[in-house]
């Protein structure tokens, strides 16, 4: 994650994590839970929504193993360019293709130049890298699934390991390609591991000015970004101010979820404006609607003590699922979301 412009620093409790067998208990008995309040009445008015009937299964072991992997020292903070970088996208385009996810053009692979706007460092070998599931009812719409894999490197001899921040959301990328690949979805989902957000937003802005499928085609992007270090069982669902149509089609997601769904972190009046903060933003300044899931700011953002063994993992289990919920939902409605986004542009 990027931090914003002007952040207001969130300090919030840490509470003792929930054992992983409570939270497989909460997944039982998931229909004594749900996400809280209901979404906009307008937009509840316009849709009939196809409804999930639980949470989708995760592979925990593949999943705590990437994300420890991808966070290991010997990536030394998979900053672009560098050693650490090239492991991080070999392990992601094996995992890619292991699991039969498409290369979109000739190459998972996607190279670009980037300077960072804020202190004109350049990267000319940034690699963005692109997958594909086609749909099996309507391939020619997309959803864009991003998260980058790039972090900040080593710094006066420390590595900033960056765990939650991404390889959480990238690790989420990966469940992700693994559950559509068993589950084909109707519309195709570009699952884009991107690089240089650290850097400016570098690898989402390349892709929307050189879009490797049309921009017009892509319905909306779900972004995942720092998804694994809260021990409050709070997951921030940020992008329903600009696009509140989208409210309900989540909260009906994540009703079987036993974690708190916050919405919010994306108008000017919230502590935080996530709204360019992470990969999200450069689609939201192409007019296309996001959701970005993240968690609230914590004392290991951006140092290097953001490493795997302070993640919490029945968490981070759960909020992949959770997303994935999500995601599936929203392909199972992309039509409608389609003409309610329409309708919100002609208001």
């Not at 292991?98 to 960072?116: C, I, K, M, W």
């Not at 099996?136 to 420390?158: K, S, W």
Request: charged share 20%; aromatic share 10%.
């Amino acid at each position: 994650m990027t931090t914003p412009e002007t952040p207001a620093t969130l300090i919030r409790k840490r509470l003792a994590g929930f054992s992983l067998l409570a939270v497989v208990l909460m997944v039982t008995v998931s229909q004594l839970y749900s996400c809280g309040s209901s979404g906009d009445e307008t937009a509840d008015t316009l849709y009939t929504a196809s409804l999930p009937d639980e949470l989708p299964p995760i592979d925990r072991v593949q999943l705590l193993g990437d994300i420890e992997f991808l966070a290991s020292d010997a990536l030394l903070g998979r900053f672009p360019g560098t050693e650490g970088s090239r492991l991080a996208q070999e392990h992601i385009i094996a995992r890619f293709t292991a699991l039969g996810v498409e290369p979109v053009g000739d190459s998972f692979r996607h190279h670009f130049s980037h300077t960072n706007p804020r202190n004109q460092t350049s990267f000319e070998d940034a690699v963005n890298i692109i997958g594909m599931i086609p749909g099996t009812e309507n391939p020619e719409r997309f959803i864009a699934v991003t998260a980058h894999y790039d972090h900040l490197g080593m710094h006066d001899g420390q590595i900033f390991n960056g765990a939650d921040d991404n390889a959480s959301g990238v690790g989420g990328l990966l469940a992700a390609a693994r559950h559509f690949t068993e589950n084909p979805p109707q519309h195709s989902l570009l699952l884009l591991a991107l690089d240089v957000e650290e850097q400016g937003l570098g690898g989402a802005q390349y892709f929307v000015q050189n879009p490797a499928v049309p921009l017009d085609q892509i319905v909306m992007n779900l972004n995942m970004d720092m998804i694994s270090h809260n021990f409050e069982d709070r997951l921030v669902a940020a992008g329903t101010f600009h696009y509140p149509f989208l409210r309900p089609f989540i909260e009906e997601a994540v009703a079987f979820s036993p974690l708190e769904i916050i919405f919010g972190f994306d108008n000017p009046d919230a502590p935080q404006d996530w709204t360019f903060s992470s990969d999200h933003g450069p689609f939201h300044a192409s007019g296309i609607p996001f959701i970005y899931f993240g968690v609230e700011d914590h004392d290991h953002y951006h140092q290097p003590t953001d490493t795997f063994d302070r993640i919490n993992p029945d968490f981070y289990v759960i909020a992949v699922s959770s997303i994935i919920s999500v995601l599936e939902h929203l392909d199972r409605n992309l039509a409608q979301i389609e003409a309610l986004h329409g309708s919100a542009a002609l208001d």
